[in-house]
């Protein structure tokens, strides 16, 4: 089966950094995404790993390591604005294509 | 914005009656999905189509039904609704999921609420 984990909530502080883990145990890995949802929305795209190492984005950074089946999103300089549910995703390969298999997502508080 | 529309945006119906829910894309992407999200459980993969025709199971596909006779449109249909399938429905659209440029995109999802 497939099973992916991340913390179900965080609280930190605004100007602060955090960071989010995502364990995951799949077949046919092929690649992590991460997510960010606010309440009452669409999840919107943040990154994609699917080689080992560190993808920069901006105040958004996303680890991936694939013989340990970790990653972790990196929030720097945070905003009351990151407020929001980030998802952690496993890209699985399948006879009949390519599907995204989510975690439970990390609710993240930022706080004054 | 990824051009993906999804109707209705919220429905309320009783147990026991036909649903069908539309995704409608303007992208031409080759990949569609649809997810149930409810609390405590995230998103769960219901159906997803690889191409016209070609379609597939996801991990809670049942008591639903999908059908893709053209590019654009993904149907997703409660054959029965139950109350157990009131959740918030999120279509899903990528034209190549394994590539960096093309993730999955999300429709604004509907709100279906079973009595």
């Known amino acids: 089966g497939q099973n992916i984990d991340q913390p179900t909530e965080m609280t930190a502080t605004e100007g602060a950094i955090v960071q989010i883990n995502c364990t995951y145990q799949t077949s046919g890995f092929n690649g992590l995404f991460w997510y960010q949802q606010h309440a009452g929305e669409a999840p919107t795209f943040l990154s994609y790993n699917v080689l080992d190492g560190l993808e920069e984005k901006g105040r958004f950074s996303s680890f991936l390591s694939r013989s340990k089946g970790y990653s972790y999103l990196l929030l720097k300089e945070l905003q009351m604005k990151d407020s929001a549910s980030y998802l952690c995703?496993?890209?699985?390969?399948?006879?009949?294509?390519?599907?995204?298999?989510f975690g439970t997502g990390t609710q993240l508080k930022v706080e004054l | 914005d990824a051009g993906i529309t999804q109707s209705p945006r919220h429905k309320v119906t009783e147990t026991g009656t036909p649903v069908t829910l539309r995704c409608h894309q303007t992208e031409n992407h080759r990949y569609m999905y649809w997810y149930r999200q409810d609390p405590g459980h995230g998103l769960r993969l219901i159906h997803y189509s690889y191409g016209v025709k070609d379609t597939d199971k996801g991990e809670v596909s049942d008591g639903y039904s999908v059908s893709r006779s053209k590019t654009e449109d993904f149907l997703l249909t409660l054959e029965s609704a139950t109350s157990s399938q009131t959740s918030v429905y999120f279509c899903?659209?990528?034209?190549?999921?394994?590539?960096?440029?093309?993730?999955?995109?999300f429709g604004n999802g509907t709100r279906l609420t079973v009595t």
């Open positions: 899903a659209i990528s034209e190549s999921p394994g590539r960096k440029n093309s993730p999955l995109h």
């Open positions: 995703a496993a890209l699985i390969l399948t006879g009949g294509g390519n599907k995204l298999t």
